[in-house]
């Protein structure tokens, strides 16, 4: 399935990795004009990128509220809770972490927390399909959370 615009023009939209230049371009664009339509943004300010390619550009790493740097522990746990919560719904979970997209959040519980977990209860024999799930209440996950907390990098 080819993606395109959604206009009937033949335009080039360009893949791959942002330039300094294109990154510049969106930044001066937004200050100027806002946020608005995401697929008529790129188009006027003259990015050869989809809409929704300069959404996830600026939410994701230029947009003035977002937090960088490591995540805490504090907010390590608070991911673990919310999880435990709520299941796999990131958005929800990022609003409670001022500053920190769905997206970072997501990949932090991926490649982090969640080997973790799973070696945990490994090594208690509880890895049954029974007791896999996400968020059951009361589950070895749940209980686990601040020893987790320690031992996750």
């Given at each position: 399935m080819d993606k395109r615009p959604c206009n009937s023009q033949d335009v080039e939209v360009r893949k791959g990795p942002w330039t300094m230049e294109e990154d510049l371009i969106l930044i001066n664009y937004?200050?100027?004009?806002?946020?608005?339509?995401?697929?008529?943004?790129?188009?006027?300010?003259?990015?050869?990128?989809?809409?929704?390619?300069?959404?996830?550009?600026?939410?994701?790493?230029?947009?003035?509220?977002?937090?960088?740097?490591?995540?805490?522990?504090?907010?390590?746990?608070?991911?673990?809770e919310l999880h435990a919560k709520w299941g796999n719904k990131w958005s929800k979970i990022?609003?409670?972490?001022?500053?920190?997209?769905?997206?970072?959040?997501?990949?932090?519980?991926?490649?982090?927390?969640?080997?973790?977990?799973?070696?945990?209860?490994?090594?208690?024999g509880q890895g049954s399909s029974e007791q896999n799930t996400d968020h059951q209440e009361g589950s070895s996950s749940q209980m686990a959370l601040p020893l987790l907390v320690k031992q996750i990098p």
């Open positions: 937004i200050a100027n004009h806002g946020e608005g339509v995401w697929n008529s943004l790129a188009k006027s300010a003259g990015l050869k990128r989809t809409g929704k390619s300069c959404r996830l550009r600026w939410l994701n790493y230029f947009r003035p509220d977002v937090r960088r740097g490591n995540i805490t522990p504090e907010e390590q746990l608070l991911i673990m990022a609003k409670h972490l001022p500053g920190r997209t769905d997206n970072e959040i997501k990949n932090y519980w991926r490649t982090r927390i969640q080997k973790h977990i799973k070696q945990g209860e490994n090594m208690n």
